[in-house]
């Protein structure tokens, strides 16, 4: 069973008077095992059909199955407890909260769920370790650098051992060797966690690393390559 | 402290010139309200306290036909045997004394000059330890026996006929009979009354000799009780009517409150003002917490879209700021307790003196009453006001869309 199918999603916004398509007709369904990126130039759609995807945004038109259960129509509390319990996402900037440790960030994540304080440490403090941050557990993101920060949001999304993690350009505001370390770190999350991934981005190394590549070119699917292997880099 | 606490009072101190400046307000605005209670209290005290000198006790005893009518009505109804019914009183173990006291007008005369008075015989032994007149001797000395063919006269009567201590006046008046008597007395004093309509026409007399002059040996208007402790006013109003009629002594009590028109209104102003200045202060405190809560929102869209990414409950967020807003008021409240008790401290020990409040003689040392119930509610009214005031920003917040909030700069 895949853990995601989109059918004909489409999403238009209104900006003035104007209507812009978003996400025309997209269609496209997702393994549980699968490192996929959405990409495409700026303006493309690639950020829109991720947060439809992710539950964020609600399609004009279209069907969205989530882990076999139709959720196009779901409410927003609905969505909410999905997106609380089976996705995880990381943000193009970390988007931690400025007055949290690096452990109460990741903790965050489970304080929304309502569990108690203690598992919530533990599971925050063991998702550190898992992204090479013990030890850093008690510094807040502005004593941290972009990478370490970057690497905190990953531990945010796979603390509540999401089935999918959804990223959105997440080695943008990073240097070149902090965006390869963070891409080998979401490799190593996938392949011990089995976690599927869905990125969003124009950046080549993540291009070039997924096993499925989506372009999109003005709101629409242009391709759907899905690579072997062998041709990854 | 709950995790969701923790990070509000973290938030809270993100900001902290901000916070530090909407807390001022509410820390004011507690120590304004606590203060105030605690000096109106005191006033009312005061002017409790005057009231009830000014009619010589707390209950006025009166014949039970005198039951359902106006003061003017019952001015002329006459108790009968009044040292019978103080014998029965002075059984009562909350009760200081007990004093008859008949009214009576009519015409004071000197040489060539009369003016109209306002006479009450008392007893003066009695009346000096409770009433206000023994505090507003001028000249002369009070009242000295009860048989003594004496007067002390208010100062704008004394002046109306030209008397002084010691001078000789004649005192004309009509008996409950109908017809005219008067005694010569000597003036003993002149009384600086505090209620210029009063000092004009106030005249007293020993019970003695004001009852040979109408005529009324044995009868009083009224007999005036003293009790121990003010709050037992209402228990002893309720209680003596049962047990003087069961002692075959039947009457109708009034309390000082019942006819004390002057110190309900004062009340009353006093309250009214002082609710008008609590609703200042809250509209403040709203005004400039709503500001700050705003302002924290708007900086906080994108944490507040990434909350909402996460998964977390709308009503959640709300939850969150409204909690900022509680915390604020809490934390306010509790320095500007603390204040409030050091600055009444101070106060109380600076002997300040204020001014007579209305209708007493004399003013007081500054005193603020600590009043429990200001307090209790200040912390009350302050959190439900922050709430109040962080509401409009938490419904924003909880409303954003995380989409649009995870892209605004």
């Not at chain 2, 010139?17 to 209670?37: E, K, Y």
Request: aromatic letters at 6%.
């Amino acid at each position: 069973m895949p853990i995601l199918e989109a059918r004909a999603l489409t999403k238009t916004y209104r900006l003035g008077d104007e209507r812009v398509v978003g996400v025309q007709g997209a269609t496209l369904t997702l393994e549980k095992d699968a490192f996929a990126v959405i990409a495409g130039p700026s303006g493309s759609g690639k950020t829109t059909l991720l947060n439809l995807l992710g539950l964020l945004d609600t399609p004009d038109a279209g069907t969205l199955v989530f882990e076999g259960a139709d959720v196009s129509a779901l409410d927003e509390r609905g969505r909410a407890r999905l997106r609380r319990e089976r996705l995880g996402f990381v943000f193009q900037a970390h988007q931690l909260v400025p007055v949290l440790s690096a452990e109460e960030n990741v903790a965050l994540a489970l304080w929304i769920r309502r569990l108690p304080e203690h598992e919530c440490r533990s599971r925050a403090r063991a998702a550190l370790l898992d992204v090479g941050l013990g030890g850093l557990e008690g510094r807040r993101p502005d004593a941290l650098s972009g990478g370490q920060r970057q690497r905190v949001a990953v531990a945010r999304a796979i603390v509540g051992e999401p089935a999918l993690l959804l990223a959105d350009e997440p080695t943008a505001s990073l240097d070149s060797e902090t965006a390869g370390r963070l891409l080998d770190l979401f490799a190593r999350i996938h392949e011990e966690r089995r976690v599927a991934f869905l990125f969003s981005s124009h950046d080549p190394r993540i291009v070039e690393r997924a096993d499925r590549r989506i372009h999109l070119s003005d709101g629409r699917i242009a391709s759907d390559e899905r690579v072997p292997a062998g041709a990854r880099a | 402290m709950s995790r969701w606490a923790v990070l509000a009072a973290r938030n809270l101190l993100r900001h902290g010139r901000r916070t530090f400046l909407t807390g001022s307000i509410v820390v004011v605005g507690f120590v304004a309200v606590t203060m105030t209670a605690g000096f109106v209290s005191q006033t009312f005290s005061s002017l409790k306290r005057a009231t009830i000198r000014s009619v010589g006790g707390h209950l006025r005893i009166l014949d039970p036909r005198a039951a359902g009518k106006t003061d003017d009505e019952a001015a002329t109804i006459l108790l009968d045997d009044w040292p019978a019914l103080a014998g029965l009183l002075s059984r009562d173990t909350r009760i200081v004394q007990a004093m008859p006291k008949l009214s009576f007008f009519g015409l004071v005369v000197k040489g060539d000059k009369s003016a109209a008075y306002l006479g009450t015989g008392t007893i003066p032994a009695l009346e000096k330890q409770a009433s206000l007149a023994a505090d507003t001797v001028v000249s002369g000395a009070f009242l000295s026996r009860n048989d003594a063919d004496e007067v002390m006269l208010g100062t704008g009567l004394s002046r109306a006929i030209g008397a002084k201590a010691g001078d000789l006046v004649t005192v004309m008046t009509t008996t409950p009979d109908g017809g005219i008597n008067a005694v010569d007395a000597t003036v003993a004093a002149v009384l600086g009354y505090p209620i210029k309509e009063l000092d004009d026409r106030i005249l007293f007399m020993p019970y003695g000799a004001a009852a040979r002059l109408l005529k009324a040996e044995g009868k009083a208007n009224s007999v005036v009780v003293l009790l121990k402790d003010d709050r037992d006013t209402a228990r002893e109003a309720e209680e003596l009517p049962r047990a003087l009629a069961a002692a075959g002594r039947p009457v109708v009590v009034k309390t000082w409150l019942d006819t004390a028109a002057f110190y309900k209104q004062v009340r009353l102003l006093y309250i009214s003002i002082f609710f008008f200045m609590g609703l200042v202060l809250a509209v403040v405190v709203v005004l400039a917490t709503a500001n700050t809560m705003t302002m924290s929102v708007f900086e906080r869209t994108r944490e507040i879209g990434t909350l909402l990414a996460i998964g977390m409950e709308r009503s959640s967020v709300r939850a969150l700021f409204l909690l900022e807003g509680i915390l604020l008021g809490v934390i306010g409240s509790g320095i500007g307790a603390v204040l409030s008790l050091l600055l009444r401290a101070a106060l109380n020990a600076s002997g300040i003196m204020l001014p007579p409040p209305p209708g007493a003689t004399h003013g007081n040392v500054l005193h603020v009453d600590f009043i429990p119930l200001a307090y209790g509610a200040g912390f009350g009214v302050m959190s439900v006001t922050l709430l109040v005031a962080a509401w409009w920003p938490a419904r924003r917040a909880a409303r954003l869309n995380p989409v649009e909030a995870l892209g605004h700069v």
